[in-house]
């Protein structure tokens, strides 16, 4: 079994900067491709970024491009994801995921259907 636990979020004036963190334990040895997800009210799930276990491929939304940043710790099951340029519409719950058993295709497009552990969930609201 692997636990997420992430942190992080809260509330942000538009253009601001937020930072979230998340770690992904209890399966001993191995590292994971990790992921961010949001999820809007009434809304699906929806891809913001992933990073390979290595951590030298990320891929990121469209929408995000250029404004959020994904990392990882070296040797660690620990991600982040650096939001600068926030917009009201990136208001969300955010989910950091491990992909444990998903394939990596699901990582190169962040299919939220390849990871197989999710973090609690955290809100990130961006006021205009």
């Known amino acids: 079994q692997v636990q997420v636990v992430q942190s992080g979020g809260g509330l942000v004036q538009a253009g601001g900067s937020l930072r979230l963190s998340c770690t992904a334990s209890?399966?001993?040895?191995?590292?994971?491709?990790m992921g961010w997800f949001l999820q809007a009210p009434g809304k699906s799930r929806e891809f913001v970024a992933t990073?390979?276990?290595?951590?030298?491929?990320?891929y990121y939304a469209d929408s995000v491009k250029g404004r959020f940043t994904i990392s990882r710790d070296s040797g660690k099951n620990t991600v982040y994801l650096q939001m600068n340029g926030l917009k009201p519409e990136d208001t969300a719950v955010y989910y950091c995921?491990?992909?444990?058993?998903?394939?990596?295709?699901?990582?190169?497009?962040?299919?939220?259907?390849?990871?197989?552990?999710w973090g609690q969930g955290t809100q990130v609201t961006v006021s205009s």
């Open positions: 990073i390979n276990w290595r951590g030298d491929n990320s």
């Open positions: 209890g399966r001993a040895g191995g590292q994971y491709a």
């Open positions: 995921a491990a992909s444990v058993y998903g394939p990596a295709q699901a990582v190169i497009d962040g299919d939220p259907r390849g990871f197989d552990y």
